[in-house]
Nanobody, 115 residues
């Protein structure tokens, strides 16, 4: 049974920071491209950041320079460091694992940026 479990979301003031974690089980973690996506109310799900098996990284335009994705294959975990948070970063953040023939989503974690 495959599980992706996100943690680290919460309420933060504008300009603040958060670090999200996603721990996977039931998959060969190192073989998967790992990513973070987000969905705000009334909007489509959008790419935040992805990191490949060899560490190549791509960010969505709206988070470049503020967010950092990383992975620890020994711990089956992918991280998303978020700095200089803005109210428009408010969304449910989802972890994604993409393999050659399969893909999985976590249940999501809420991030709210508000004063």
């Amino acid at each position: 049974q495959v599980q992706l479990v996100e943690s680290g979301g919460g309420l933060v003031q504008p300009g603040g920071s958060l670090r999200l974690s996603c721990t996977a089980s039931g998959i060969l973690f190192s073989a998967y491209v790992m990513g973070w996506y987000r969905q705000a109310p009334g909007k489509e799900r959008e790419l935040v950041a992805v990191i490949t098996r060899v560490g190549s990284i791509n960010y969505g335009d709206s988070v470049k320079g503020r967010f950092t994705i990383s992975r620890d294959n020994a711990k089956n975990t992918v991280f998303l460091g978020m700095n200089s948070l803005k109210p428009e970063d408010t969304a449910v953040y989802y972890c994604n694992a993409k393999g050659v023939q399969s893909g999985y989503w976590g249940q999501g974690t809420q991030v709210t940026v508000s004063s």
